[in-house]
C-alpha cells in the first residue's frame, strides 16, 4: 500500500482489516461484525484482539499522515472517513 508517496507494508490480516472498512467508508462497524469478517470467529466482548488489530493498522497508515482515516466511535466500534477538523 502506498500513502503520500510513502510505501507502506501491511500484514495479510492488517490488509483484510483495511480493505473491509475502506468497502463501508462512512459505516460505523461494530467489533463484532470486525470479527466475523476478518478473522471468520466471534470474540468474546472483553476481548482486546480488535481494538489491536486497528491500533496496528493506525499506527502504519494514519500516526504519520494527515488526515487521519480511522477513527473510534465510543461504544460502537470503528469508522474509516475523513472528517474536517
Known sequence: MI????????????YVLLEL?????????PRSL???LV??????????????????LRSKIDDDFEPKLIHTVRGAGYVLEIREE
Do not use: C, P, Y
Open 39 to 56: 478473522w471468520n470467529m466471534n470474540f468474546d466482548s472483553d476481548t482486546n484482539v480488535i481494538d489491536v488489530a486497528v491500533r496496528r
Open 21 to 29: 472498512l475502506l468497502q463501508r467508508t462512512g459505516e460505523v462497524l
Open 3 to 14: 500513502r503520500s508517496g510513502k510505501k507502506i507494508h501491511l500484514t495479510g490480516k492488517e
Open 34 to 36: 470486525i470479527s466475523s
